[in-house]
């Protein structure tokens, strides 16, 4: 069992005096190249750990622990964090922290000094869960590569700007539906789970942000891999006023090619890319994959 040979007593989390001191002892500047913004509020990292859902046999990713604010509280609900974390000062400083604070809870922790956008492998059991509060400027593309990466994950809880958790959940048809929405919904059932406000980072970031909850599901079947599955989203939403004859036009080359995949995929022509969900856009995959088999592209 997860929790043998622990103390009742949870770790001692992280308050704002604690982060600046330890930011202060460690000589720590957050730059924003990093995303590098802290939690300093002890209630909220304890709803994240809640919101999680996490098990006690959960193996959980977490991408860019910093000072450790969130780190020690997903080590008293799961088995095992790995942590991955491309800042050398703030990845060698972690373990002391963690058992300084919560020592009955250190040997479940696993520092990955790496950046996330460049891992390839994680050591140890496959994870199951990936719970992090994501730098702002790679947000989309570490969860999706760590998506794609690890298919033994099959859920978590990620913290993201709010403009783009809501991109992340969005429906088709929506506002705020695009590329992420239909990458995401590849992987995962995606949902809001909440907000988070700017006043409980250090430094205080000027947009607040979103908590985005997922499951993992299989993808859509088709007949050809993903990467050629994301080529026509990208296609599709690269110029949003365009209908898909047009948009796939510039991959394809030809209107009729492209109506042609379009028909295989009951798929109007005349639609827009934000009006498909991922099977549809599978499907028109297929279509464009079959059109190049007939025509010998």
């Given at each position: 069992m997860a929790n043998q040979g622990t103390s009742s007593a949870g770790p001692s989390l992280l308050g704002p005096a604690e982060v600046r001191l330890l930011a202060e002892r460690l000589g720590l500047r957050p730059t924003k190249q990093r995303g590098q913004n802290f939690v300093i509020d002890a209630n909220t990292v304890r709803r994240i750990a809640r919101a999680?859902?996490?098990?006690?046999?959960?193996?959980?990713?977490?991408?860019?622990?910093?000072?450790?604010?969130?780190?020690?509280?997903?080590?008293?609900?799961?088995?095992?964090?790995?942590?991955?974390?491309?800042?050398?000062?703030?990845?060698?400083?972690?373990?002391?922290?963690?058992?300084?604070?919560?020592?009955?809870?250190?040997?479940?922790?696993?520092?990955?000094?790496?950046?996330?956008?460049?891992?390839?492998?994680?050591?140890?059991?496959?994870?199951?869960?990936?719970?992090?509060?994501?730098?702002?400027?790679?947000?989309?593309?570490?969860?999706?590569?760590?998506?794609?990466?690890?298919?033994?994950?099959?859920?978590?809880?990620?913290?993201?700007?709010?403009?783009?958790?809501?991109?992340?959940?969005?429906?088709?048809?929506?506002?705020?539906?695009?590329?992420?929405?239909?990458?995401?919904?590849?992987?995962?059932?995606?949902?809001?789970?909440?907000?988070?406000?700017?006043h409980v980072f250090w430094p205080e970031p000027n947009v607040d942000s979103g908590l985005v909850a997922w499951t993992h599901r299989e993808p859509p079947p088709c007949s050809v891999g993903r990467e050629e599955v994301f080529a026509v989203v990208d296609a599709a939403f690269a110029q949003r006023r365009k209908t898909l004859r047009a948009a796939l036009r510039q991959v394809v080359g030809s209107v009729q090619d492209v109506e042609a995949a379009l028909g295989h995929a009951g798929v109007d022509p005349g639609a827009r890319g934000e009006s498909l969900g991922v099977d549809d856009f599978a499907r028109v995959a297929d279509g464009l994959a079959r059109v190049r088999t007939v025509s010998g592209r």
């Open positions: 999680a859902a996490l098990r006690e046999d959960d193996v959980v990713v977490e991408v860019g622990p910093g000072l450790g604010s969130l780190t020690l509280a997903l080590l008293e609900h799961a088995a095992r964090v790995v942590a991955v974390e491309v800042d050398p000062l703030l990845s060698a400083a972690l373990p002391a922290t963690v058992t300084e604070r919560a020592p009955s809870y250190a040997g479940r922790l696993e520092v990955v000094a790496a950046d996330a956008l460049r891992v390839r492998s994680l050591p140890g059991p496959p994870p199951t869960a990936l719970v992090a509060n994501l730098p702002y400027n790679v947000s989309v593309p570490v969860l999706l590569h760590l998506m794609a990466l690890l298919p033994s994950l099959r859920h978590g809880l990620v913290m993201v700007q709010a403009e783009v958790a809501d991109r992340l959940a969005a429906p088709p048809g929506s506002r705020t539906y695009g590329v992420p929405s239909v990458k995401a919904a590849w992987f995962a059932d995606v949902r809001r789970s909440g907000s988070v406000s700017r």
